[in-house]
């Protein structure tokens, strides 16, 4: 009897510090998941979450990438086989746009060379034009000082033969 009032009361202790462990450890969880709720707040927590995130995909990615490189037949080695033939095609259609723009250039060289030495020559032309009138104003300059200087010798002889006429009718009239 002793006994199993002895065990009746271990039990009910048992039963009540089970209870308030069971209390303490609801506390316990509900604290944990506030904090947790709190700290996954926090930018340093959601940086590092992305990051693990990133890191998971890349290391998803490496494997994918691991395997294409052990099979011949792998999706990665077509894509790159597809990029370096469009890359080529690209470097061709440049090289020709290229060449394409020298030939051109090369043509406009050759305009503008053609078009110096028609100035050259027009230039040339109209100093040689230049030159003829500074001779024909020179000329004509030299022949109305001639003309001028004529004028005024045939001015002098006028006044003379005045002079002359004046004496004559002078001693004619007297």
Same mark, same amino acid.
């Given at each position: 009897?002793?006994?199993?009032?002895?065990?009746?009361?271990?039990?009910?202790?048992?039963?009540?510090?089970?209870?308030?462990?069971?209390?303490?450890?609801?506390?316990?969880?509900?604290?944990?998941?506030?904090?947790?709720?709190?700290?996954?707040?926090?930018?340093?927590?959601?940086?590092?979450?992305?990051?693990?995130?990133?890191?998971?995909?890349?290391?998803?990615?490496?494997?994918?990438?691991?395997?294409?490189?052990?099979?011949?037949? $792998?999706?990665?080695?077509? @894509?790159? @086989?597809?990029?370096?033939?469009?890359?080529?095609?690209?470097?061709?259609?440049?090289?020709?746009?290229?060449?394409?723009?020298?030939?051109?250039?090369?043509?406009?060289?050759?305009?503008?060379?053609?078009?110096?030495?028609?100035?050259?020559?027009?230039?040339?032309?109209?100093?040689?034009?230049?030159?003829?009138?500074?001779? @024909?104003?020179?000329?004509?300059?030299?022949?109305?000082?001639?003309?001028?200087?004529?004028?005024?010798?045939?001015?002098?002889?006028?006044?003379?033969?005045?002079?002359?006429? $004046?004496?004559?009718?002078?001693?004619?009239?007297?």
């Amino acid at each position: 009897m002793k006994l199993r009032f002895d065990t009746e009361t271990i039990q009910e202790e048992y039963e009540m510090t089970s209870a308030r462990n069971s209390k303490y450890r609801e506390k316990i969880k509900a604290h944990k998941s506030l904090f947790w709720e709190m700290e996954s707040k926090m930018p340093i927590v959601i940086e590092l979450a992305k990051k693990k995130a990133i890191v998971t995909e890349l290391r998803a990615k490496k494997e994918e990438l691991m395997s294409d490189l052990q099979n011949p037949e $792998g999706s990665a080695i077509k @894509q790159v @086989q597809e990029e370096i033939a469009l890359i080529k095609q690209e470097i061709t259609s440049v090289k020709d746009f290229i060449n394409k723009r020298t030939d051109l250039l090369e043509e406009i060289k050759k305009a503008h060379a053609k078009l110096r030495k028609e100035i050259e020559v027009q230039n040339k032309r109209y100093d040689a034009i230049l030159k003829c009138l500074h001779c @024909q104003l020179n000329k004509l300059h030299s022949n109305k000082k001639q003309w001028h200087w004529n004028i005024q010798q045939m001015e002098k002889k006028a006044e003379e033969l005045r002079k002359c006429l $004046g004496e004559v009718e002078l001693q004619i009239n007297i």
